[in-house]
């Protein structure tokens, strides 16, 4: 599968973006996806996480309470809605793909990955 990630920017803190990821090649519904995050100087992490169904859900403790991920498998894309986000957010986000029945939080549990988008929060 291949995946595109969009609707990065620049926002002020408090603010509020919507990233998706749109998959082609496969059927989008094989596959869990995650969104994942990376800072200059750290770290892929992830930020969230979705079953292949839509049915269950993962969020890093950074992302609970703030950020929504959803997917709608006929359009075959995956969004991360993210309010009242802080200058800490700024990092350029992936979406990735892996088969299997779980959800996978970890970067090397993921096969398939999009191109990044950068998201930066202004203070």
């Known amino acids: 599968v291949q995946l595109q990630a969009s609707g990065g920017g620049t926002v002020e803190a408090g603010g509020s973006l919507r990233l998706d990821c749109v998959g082609s090649g496969d059927i989008f519904s094989n596959y869990s996806i995650g969104w994942f995050r990376q800072a200059p100087g750290k770290e892929r992490s992830v930020v969230a996480a979705i079953s292949r169904s839509g049915g269950r859900t993962y969020y890093a403790d950074s992302a609970k309470g703030r950020f929504t991920i959803s997917r709608e498998n006929a359009k075959n894309t995956a969004y991360l809605q993210m309010n009242n986000l802080k200058f800490e957010d700024t990092a350029v986000y992936y979406c990735?793909?892996?088969?299997?029945?779980?959800?996978?939080?970890?970067?090397?549990?993921?096969?398939?990955w999009g191109q990044g988008t950068q998201v930066t929060v202004s203070s």
């Open positions: 990735a793909a892996k088969g299997g029945i779980y959800i996978g939080n970890c970067p090397y549990n993921f096969r398939f």
